[in-house]
């Protein structure tokens, strides 16, 4: 296990990468950034950050290596059941009785579990071929494994517990087929209204405006300057009374109203 390391460690880092590769880490948050770089330390086999620093500056390609593992990420199908009961009872609900198309961006989809769960929840209200939606996420595997809906079995408990929690009157079983032995895959179709695409949620624009926006557990890992420029992109990317759906843990009221906390 690597040792931890040092604030002017994960600044020097964050500096190179910047400078080397144009991939701005100088935001995160420091605990949960120094905690996932000595993570990636011990996956590739470094023995201390300065081989792996050196790795990264004298390799291009392994930058994205690098990417993969900071951004790996943990989700599920239907997290929070109850959202998911309020988004469709109260939001999307209303957005059906309206009749008009429906834009929706995943910021930060990781490995698919949300646009899914989406996609059921779509299937629930027959209003799928109204919405058009993108799902962006800086991990390439994590892009990959959302497109090809394939999971392992050993989620299958989590996923369909907190399926019933979201509607115990259907099965989840109804939505996924055996994919070998150890796999299941999700039915393609429910994401056939979505368009996955490698981003950086930081640097790149938005890839237009929507009415709905998920971003959950995401904000988690950005410091308080990151999360109020997330929140002026995300005002501007919403469309007049369009929504933002946060993670339970974004924790965003110290940066909504800051005289609260001085």
């Known amino acids: 296990m690597s040792e931890d390391l040092s604030l002017e460690e994960l600044e020097a880092l964050n500096n190179a990468i910047l400078a080397r590769h144009g991939i701005d880490f100088t935001h995160y ?12 330390i011990d996956f590739f086999g470094f023995n201390n950050l300065m081989e792996m620093w050196t ?6 390609s392994f930058v994205f290596d690098f990417i993969d593992q900071i951004t790996v990420g943990m989700t599920s199908m239907f ?19 309206d009749g008009e198309p429906i834009d929706i961006w995943h910021a930060g989809c990781s490995t698919g579990e949300e646009t899914y769960s989406l996609g059921i929840v779509l299937d629930d209200l027959k209003i799928q071929d109204r919405v058009k939606a993108f799902a962006t996420d800086l991990n390439r595997d994590s892009i990959d494994q959302a497109k090809s809906g394939i ?10 517990q907190q399926f019933l929690e979201y509607n115990p009157f ?20 429910l994401t056939k209204h979505c368009t996955y695409e490698v981003a950086n949620l930081i640097s790149d624009d938005a890839p237009g405006e929507f009415d709905i926006i998920f971003c959950r557990n995401v904000l988690i890992y ?22 933002l759906v946060i993670g339970y843990f974004d924790a965003l009221l110290p940066v909504i109203d800051k005289e609260m906390w001085e």
Request: glycine share 4%; no cysteine; hydrophobic share 30%.
């Open 29 to 40: 948050e420091p605990k949960s950034f120094s905690r996932r770089v000595s993570r990636a």
């Open 55 to 60: 790795k990264l500056l004298a390799d291009r």
């Open 79 to 97: 997290r929070d059941p109850q959202m998911w009961k309020v988004r469709k009872n109260d939001l999307l609900m209303t957005m059906k009785q």
């Open 151 to 160: 999971y392992d079995n050993l989620t299958l408990r989590q996923n369909t």
């Open 170 to 189: 259907k099965k989840l079983e109804n939505y996924y087929k055996p994919h070998g032995t150890k796999q299941f895959q999700m039915d393609l179709k």
């Open 222 to 243: 950005f410091d308080t300057t990151l999360k109020e420029k997330m929140l002026d992109k995300f005002y501007n990317a919403l469309k007049p009374g369009g929504f």
